[in-house]
């Protein structure tokens, strides 16, 4: 056992309570962020002539070889420290000396896990981005591949209008924009460096907080030091965007599942994203859209329990918080992963357009165009819909589509039909005629892929600038 903390105590510490208090066996994830924000302070520390130059060069070179070692491998985090704070502190101590114990003057483990969450939340948000990036990219170019591909819209799962592919997956290029759009807000938001805000009252040393805000790459620092050490909405607006990314993956994925089903047979999965059954040797099973759509409920759980693990805690920092880390870093990896293999899946899968198009053509996804036929014609629209649905039910009875009927049949049933309704309720104008803002037709739906192009070309990532300390 190697703490920080003994001074006050007599008694050895209880080897459980040691093992379930301790948090190195998650938080050595943040030991990057860890010594850069150690450096920051310490170069602080120094500008402010808390620190002699001598030692906080000291400190910093040591800080540094730290990091090194532990990325060659050759410094391995282990259980033998309470948390990364120990360890980074208790390794300093070792290489540069005495001089090492003075890095912590100023700060609390506090501020330092807060500060260390920040910039490890910062730099996952916009990993998270760059992969909603290429998977909004795949969409894009999918896009353009498909305007003319038809197949049926759906309402209630039930075939409803003829829409393109392109039209389809454009819904999805929207959320997953909308998305992107969360994370940037929330990446503003969450850009404050709580680094100052001590133990919870801040400190009586003459700190400059604005000095390390700005080395680690932060608008500001924070306002309030209470608040500063006991902040942890960033994580949950983050979680809350990671679950609605996961309900759009999770409802993509179900669309996936639902094509390349037997009765369906609108795609086939490529063999790199997809497997087989131990018994069944005819399988070909989309697990992968599958198991996405099954780790939205864990990520929804760890947004859940990070809710809950708030909700009472009084001002200023508890122990509770530590329990921040693991469901978080759990979503951010479930989610990063996910994404990624569901881009993989999708710019490989195979569209099935002539099945899907013959899909369009049956099923009266032309019913409302039938109808609208028949308004132009001077029948007012509820008359038209009574008229287009004794008309459906026939077919039905018949087993046939409407266009497959003789205009004289059509003409049974309204004398307002005539030899143009072929053309008029053809899968191509019913689809070529949808023109309004955001609908499938050609013009419109150029106009679309035109402005998803220009929404791709602006990168909100590119205004956080990496932190000026050296280990980046
Ligand atoms: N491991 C702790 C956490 O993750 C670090 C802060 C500890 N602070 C304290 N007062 N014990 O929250």
Redesign the pocket.
Known sequence: MAQLWGGRFTGETNELAWRFN??IGF?CRLFKEDIEGSIAHAKMLQKQGVLADAEAGEIVRGLTSIYADVVAGSLPITDKY????SFVEANLIERAGDVGKKLHTGR???D??ALD?RLYTRSQVIETDKRLRSLRETILSLMKEHKDTMMPGFTHLQKAQPVTLAHHLGAYFEMFTRDSGRLKDLCARLNECPLGAG?LAGTTYPLDRDFTATLLGFSGPTRNSMDSVSDRDYLLEYLSALSIIMMHLSRFSEEIIIWNSNEYGFIELDDAYSTGSSIMPQKKNPDIAELVRGKTGRVYGDLMQLLTTMKGLPLA?N?D??E??EGFFDAVDTVGVCITLFTGMLATLKFNKERMEKSASMGFTNATDAADYLVVKGVPFRDAHGIIGRLVLHCIDKNCAIDDLSLEELKTFSEYFDEDVFEAISLKTCVGKRLTKGAPGPEAIETEIAESAKILDDDWTSQYTASEIPVK
């Open positions: 301790a948090s938080d309470e948390d990364v704070h609390s483990r506090n330092q896990v969450m133990a920092y122990k918080m530590q921040d880390k």
